[in-house]
């Protein structure tokens, strides 16, 4: 009999420190515990990808009618309710938990919904007071989106607050230029908000491939968010009376229609809804709200771990070998709060690869290589590889690209650019890229991602026959290359 009450305790109930209790307890006979101290199914399936992914299809449906009536439908575009959609989606979300909570049930892992930190390197202390051992330790507490240290930013809201609004904003400024920042400004502008969006930086999306930046950028101005790159928010308060009537200093000069500023709330009442900001301009403006999408930190604070000689870095992330070990033998970490790639599926593997490392005796390194990726703007932007610019660094590469019109907008008389792109080693004719700014590109990049992760040539892609009339039958006709780099 061990002398540890479990073999395994997991702390945090997202997506990887599910996987891999439930995998450990049910494949492998390991005594496993888990705590959580807020809603099963973490970030993804509570606070992110999934309530995201079913707004993205709810703000897409602004465009369904006047399509049709191009397509010979008689329909007409109603208003969007979003007090009935957030009760749909905190239904949906309600049940996924009950899913998680099952999954951890049936594989015979015990929970506890409770906040854990570490008190030595085998003893787990929770806010019920428990004191509970184990033979290891996987911390999965994921990552907690932050704001920016300026006066008021409380007056902010965040990713986690977006899916709780008791009703939709009529004007919203939001901050930042990363996908979330992008995503969140697609949705919101498809659902009626008029988006005013700031991003510091020269193009958004950073990271990413320049020429897909671009038409995305360009996609979003199109559909009417005011985008101002190379501006960033310096002031922030309630808005006064002044501001309310337009009679403050440089008031409601940042080109794009706001809430009606006088309009709604007799003078003097509703003084804590419109926020005044001030930007790195000199202009300024009010809005009905401030989302700060300005970036993500690992939920480390008050855990113990550094105590314990858990190493963390810059940002606060656990610092982690090739399988997910830290600096205290018994002690791993899996997910955002490593701060390796912030996917969940990447979670998903690292769990896998822990269970297998520590429980199956078979040590299991990560592969976090060529992992396909999604960015929910629109239109969608899939990418696997390197982009343009990366692989130019690297080694002489061929670019394959084209942009144009697709079908059913053309047809509909709209004036969406899709993109196709593939990176091409000029040596080895691999390709180190492909990257597709398209309706569904998500669901593209997926099965495009399978042919560059093993090693597909341009040569390969050629002798693939198109399906044709399909936006995706690009991707294997591009003969010629666009340029080299």
Not at 243 to 264: N, Q, R, V, Y
């Amino acid at each position: 009999m061990s002398d540890f009450d479990y073999d395994l305790f997991v702390i945090g109930g997202g997506s990887g420190g599910v996987r891999a209790a439930r995998v450990a307890a049910s494949e492998t006979g390991a005594r496993v515990a888990l705590a959580e101290d807020d809603r099963y199914g973490g970030t993804c399936v509570i606070r992110g990808c999934v309530p995201k992914k079913l707004m993205v299809f709810a703000s897409e449906f602004a465009e369904v009618a006047e399509d049709a009536r191009a397509y010979g439908w008689s329909m007409d575009r109603g208003d969007f309710d979003w007090s009935a959609f957030r009760t749909r989606l905190n239904g949906e979300l309600d049940r996924l938990e009950g899913v998680y909570r099952s999954l951890l049930k049936n594989a015979g892992v015990t929970t506890y919904d409770a906040r854990a930190v570490i008190r030595d390197t085998h003893t787990v202390e929770l806010s019920t007071g428990e004191s509970l051992t184990a033979k290891h330790i996987l911390v999965a507490t994921g990552g907690r989106p932050v704001r920016p240290d300026i006066p008021n930013a409380d007056l902010g809201i965040v990713s986690d607050d977006i899916f709780h609004l008791p009703e939709l904003p009529k004007s919203i400024l939001i901050i930042g230029g990363g996908y979330i920042a992008c995503e969140f400004a697609c949705i919101l502008n498809g659902m009626g908000v008029e988006v005013t969006q700031y991003y510091r930086g020269a193009q958004v999306l950073r990271g990413f491939d320049e020429e897909a930046r671009g038409l995305i950028s360009d996609a979003m101005k199109e559909r009417g968010i005011a985008l101002h790159t190379g501006t960033d928010i310096v002031e922030m308060r309630c808005a006064t009376d002044d501001d309310l009537s337009g009679k403050s200093d440089g008031a409601i000069s940042m080109g794009t229609p706001m809430h009606e500023i006088a309009g709604d709330a007799p003078q003097g009442e509703n003084r804590d809804g419109p926020i005044w900001v001030k930007a790195t301009n000199g202009q300024s403006g009010v809005f009905d709200a401030v989302f700060f999408a300005t970036g993500r930190s690992p939920n480390t604070v008050d855990m113990g771990l550094e105590e314990v000689g858990v190493k963390l870095g810059r940002k606060g992330e656990i610092v982690v070998d090739e399988y997910s070990q830290t600096a205290i033998p018994s002690i791993y970490a899996i997910g955002d709060v490593t701060d390796r790639v912030n996917l969940t599926p990447v979670a998903i593997r690292e769990g896998m690869a822990f269970v297998e490392t520590v429980f199956r005796g078979n040590p299991t390194p990560v592969d976090h290589e060529l992992i396909p990726s999604a960015v929910f703007t629109q239109p969608e932007f899939g990418t696997v590889g390197l982009s343009e610019e990366q692989a130019a660094e690297q080694e002489a590469v061929e670019i394959y690209s084209t942009s144009f019109r697709p079908m059913q907008s053309a047809f509909a008389g709209r004036s969406d650019r899709v993109m196709m792109k593939l990176v091409v080693s000029k040596e080895s004719r691999k390709v180190l890229g492909c990257h597709i700014v398209a309706p569904n590109a998500g669901e593209m990049i997926q099965l495009a991602g399978i042919a560059v992760k093993m090693g597909a040539t341009k040569e390969d892609f050629d002798r693939t026959v198109a399906v044709h009339p399909t936006m995706s039958e690009e991707i294997v006709t591009m003969r010629k290359a666009t340029r080299t780099a």
